[in-house]
């Protein structure tokens, strides 16, 4: 669940175009991000049983790297 922590607040701070991530729209992010996940692992993948961490990981890497290259690229990365 890393990726989900790591990403809600950024999603939402896109989403809510703030200077900062909004505590309340990180957490419907995060959940949704969850909830997603879950229905990913339950529907479409219903002849593997895969945890939702697993899936919600595995949808999640993508992401963290093209949001790490990017703020490495802009130079706001640590």
Partial sequence: MLFVALAAPQIAQRTA???S???TASALTGSTIVLVGD???QRLLADSVLPVGVVT???GAPFLLW???RANRTGTGG
């Fill in 17 to 19: 175009r703030a200077g």
């Fill in 67 to 69: 949001q790490l290259a």
């Fill in 39 to 41: 229905l990913i692992s």
């Fill in 57 to 59: 990981g595995v949808l």
């Fill in 21 to 23: 991530p909004p505590l």
